[in-house]
């Protein structure tokens, strides 16, 4: 594919390139370039062009079209740009064939954020995870990558060519690689259960949310901690737990990464264990950005993420983040097209969702500490339920 793209210190160029169906609003294609662009961003990475196609599904040959391809890798030579990043998981055959085309410079989705996944590992147990990852990711693509072995196969056949050698032994160092990395992983995940156990039967609360809405910022009004957090996506990876105390009523606090669209699988495999957090919480604080406006859809790819771990099931406290941050544009009265979020006011909004929702939620900003201490007042009241259910005879301490 490339060499990791942190390794050049000058600045990189890329376009990105897309698929959409013709039933897809033209407001949704352009958030779905827009996060692309932040991940790409979030890489060091800069954007110079977009490149769309409407097609009822990705050719399995290209990506795109021969008329669409045509018209990137011209625009590619002539700008010299450095990555060509699809907005989708290319097949193993897709990558080979474009790979003929761009020269190595190609990134699909799930590769970028594999990356970005590299730089953002801090910890042993982190990077651990984010290289299995890679190697499960790698396996199956091999072949494309072995292109330049290609002029050493001879006229004898192609079975026996070093580039078939070659790649066959690196398939048997990645899948050897895999299995220790594995057991590394549950030699650690054995750890990290014993220290779960060492806590006690503390009420366990988590953090969840699509990445970049704002739960670090979070946790560190709610436990006066000093969880890194930036404008970034995945700024955090591993698991943070902290204990807090509201009232003299104790709980574990934890953060883990964000979800995003499109989470590749494999990630979502290998930080499983890290996602023991979630899985074995009492109560999910499920953080969303209200400023996002999409952040309805983002929900909804939460939502279904905690259903794959098998956390779905856990009572929901819904936290609509950064108030401070949302606008809304009135619809003109001639304005004939659906009406989306960004067009009621924040009251309106408060109103419809506080209406519909199934579970608790509330309004706030943590970077501007507005409506905080509401927050922590709601928060007191659920967990003080689950301890009261818990230890019924001590109800009289709080």
Known sequence: MTENIYTSAQTQTAVLVAVYSSAQEERQTTEYF???????ETAGITTVKRFTQRMPAPSAKTFVGEGKLAEITTYVEENDVAYVIFDDELSPAQLRNLDRTFHHKIYDRTSLILDIFVQRATTAYAKTQVELAQCQYLLPRLTGMWTHLERQRGGTGTRGGAGEREIETDRRVIRNRISRLKEQLQKIDRQMAVQRSNRGALVRVALVGYTNVGKSTLM?????????AENKLFATLDTTVRKVVF???????SDTVGFIRKLPHQLVESFKSTLDE???????LHVVDLSHPNFEEQIDVVKQTLQEIGAGDKPVFLIFNKIDAYTFTPKAEDDLTPITPENYSLEELKQSWIARANTPCIFLSARESLNIEKFRKDLYGMVREIHSGRYPFNNFLY
């Open 34 to 40: 827009d996060e692309l662009e932040f991940l790409a």
């Open 220 to 228: 560190n009004r709610i436990a006066k901690s000093e969880v890194f």
């Open 247 to 253: 009232d003299n009523l104790p709980f574990l606090l």
């Open 278 to 284: 979630v899985r074995e919480a009492d109560l999910l």
